[in-house]
């Protein structure tokens, strides 16, 4: 089956500096990306996705950068904010929708 | 749009008896619908995937005689964890996926119910 691999586990930044998560993922089929924010104790969010016909999308302070031929792609979020902290998961996107670990990103004022 | 809601968001029970979860697809019909299980500081666990009007398709490891799903409709899943033990505490959570081709065609996820068995 597909594996999905994120890192870091966490992840601590100062108010305004950027953040990158990254996620590996092993079946060559999958053309879907999305990435989720949980904020404690609430399901998952949408909060950016990328097909692959494309290498990258933007979101105000959020992106998304995908690299099929390495396998992996990465959330970036410019400028963080407080409220950017929360924890965040890729997802694959074959069969059995296989959750990443998951990010836990602290963003201090 | 693509609002997904769960019922009830908090539920404490007795060991031995059974709840049951809704997740409401309140503005979209959801074809499909997905229930997940996730423990403190851990990943969401896919449980079991089910389409309207069939039986769910439960995923290795997971007993489809403790956890049944009904799918009835297509705003409407349930998950009624029988028989509950302690070890079935946890946050359950739903998404629901609308029909291939439409705006909805992406899993949207409920809030979340947590389960505490005493």
């Known amino acids: 089956g597909e594996n999905v691999e994120q890192h870091p586990s966490t992840l601590s930044v100062q108010e305004g500096d950027s953040a990158v998560i990254k996620c590996t993922y092993s079946d060559s089929a999958s053309n879907y990306f999305p990435w989720y924010k949980q904020e404690l104790g609430k399901g998952p969010q949408l909060i950016i996705d990328i097909r692959s016909n494309v290498g990258e999308k933007k979101d105000q302070r959020i992106a998304v950068t995908l690299n099929k031929t390495a396998k992996h792609f990465s959330l970036h979020i410019t400028e963080t904010q407080p409220e950017d902290s929360a924890v965040y998961f890729c997802?694959?996107?074959?069969?059995?929708?296989?959750f990443g670990k998951g990010t836990k990103l602290s963003v201090k004022p | 749009g693509a609002v997904v809601s769960q019922h009830p968001s908090r539920v404490i029970c007795k060991s031995g008896t059974s709840v049951k979860i809704e997740c409401r697809s309140l503005d979209f019909q959801a074809t499909t619908m997905f229930w997940y299980r996730q423990f403190p500081k851990k990943s969401l666990m896919l449980m079991a995937t089910s389409n309207e009007g069939s039986k769910a398709t439960y995923e290795q490891g997971v007993e489809k005689d403790k956890f049944l799903i009904n799918h009835a409709s297509l705003t409407l899943s349930t998950l009624t964890v029988t028989s509950a033990h302690p070890e079935d505490s946890s946050f359950y959570i739903c998404s629901a996926r609308g029909l291939a081709g439409s705006s909805y065609n992406e899993q949207f996820f409920g809030p979340g119910t947590r389960l505490t068995v005493l």
């Open positions: 997802r694959g996107s074959q069969g059995n929708l296989i």
